[in-house]
């Protein structure tokens, strides 16, 4: 935050940030799958208020570690051999996309408040700082960053179930994946032009998706349905989570599946009548 910059925070939509504010996420890569202790830092994101307007801008860190130097407002490619076991010959090539100037604000949408992260149904939870674990709403408030102190008890304030916790209900851990991965586009006035409607306050039943034809491409589908109740392979929403290429989503900067989110996905589905 810049200088004594403060945040309007507000519970149930996008924080306000003053001009200068900047928002950093850095992405690791183990360069041998599974081993934690081959990570590797590969790019770091900021997305910065600039004249009231949000930019973004991506870095590429060298292989010592040290820096990340600024990629070209057109973004590229890069390819990381990985050691892999469940590769052929033990090796897998990982294409790394980095996005252009333009591909960051495809997702820092203004629909969606352009900070992403940083709500408060995604913040309401504890997190291991330094010396302490605490929840990072009531850190945020203590330590000045909110122009006005929280005003009620962080039990009141919502806080999104995590996705992968099988205590939790299945539907709402579904509505957060979809919030979290796919609103920001897909939601009303959002930079998708699908007609469904993935945002966390909208009743599964009323998303536009439950036996919805799809309006767009079928990929050969028969019967197809955005999302087909009990049945994943009839699903083009599900497709397009599993399929990498023309038609996959998320559309940019992902070359890999996301095994544990299909797998919950493919697990509503099914349950679905």
């Known amino acids: 935050m ?14 306000e940030f003053e001009d200068g504010a900047v928002t950093v996420k850095s992405f690791s890569l183990d360069m041998e799958e599974g081993e934690a202790a081959s990570r590797k830092r590969i790019e770091t994101r900021i997305v910065v208020k600039q004249n009231d307007r949000w930019v973004g ?15 070209d407002s057109l973004g590229m490619d890069r390819t990381y051999s990985i050691r892999d076991r469940a590769s052929q010959g033990g090796v897998r090539r990982q294409v790394w996309h980095f996005p252009s100037r333009n591909e960051c604000m495809f997702c820092h949408s203004r629909a969606a408040g352009f900070v992403l992260g940083l709500t408060t149904p995604q913040l309401n939870r504890d997190h291991r700082y330094d010396t302490a674990t605490d929840n990072q ?25 995590d996705p992968f916790d099988p205590a939790k209900d299945l539907s709402v851990r579904v509505k957060t994946y979809l919030q979290v991965n796919c609103s920001m586009c897909h939601v009303t006035d959002g930079g998708g032009n699908s007609l469904i409607d ?17 309006i767009h491409e079928t990929f050969g589908i028969a019967n197809a349905r955005l ?20 038609g996959q989503m998320p559309p940019t900067s992902t070359n890999r599946i996301d095994p544990a989110g ?12």
């Open 198 to 214: 993935l945002a966390y306050k909208t009743p599964l039943a009323k998303a536009r998706m439950l036996n919805e034809p799809p």
């Open 227 to 246: 999302i087909a109740p009990g049945d994943p392979l009839r699903s083009v929403v599900y497709f397009r989570m599993t399929h990498r290429g023309l």
């Open 2 to 15: 810049p200088n004594e910059g403060k945040i309007i925070f507000h519970d149930d939509k996008a924080w």
């Open 57 to 71: 801008y991506t870095y590429v860190w060298n292989d010592q570690q040290t820096d990340a130097t600024l990629v």
């Open 137 to 161: 709403l009531r850190t945020l408030s203590h330590i000045g960053l909110f122009k006005t102190e929280l005003s009620k008890p962080l039990t009141e304030y919502q806080a999104y179930p």
């Open 262 to 273: 299909v797998k919950l996905l493919r697990e509503w589905i099914n349950q679905l009548h």
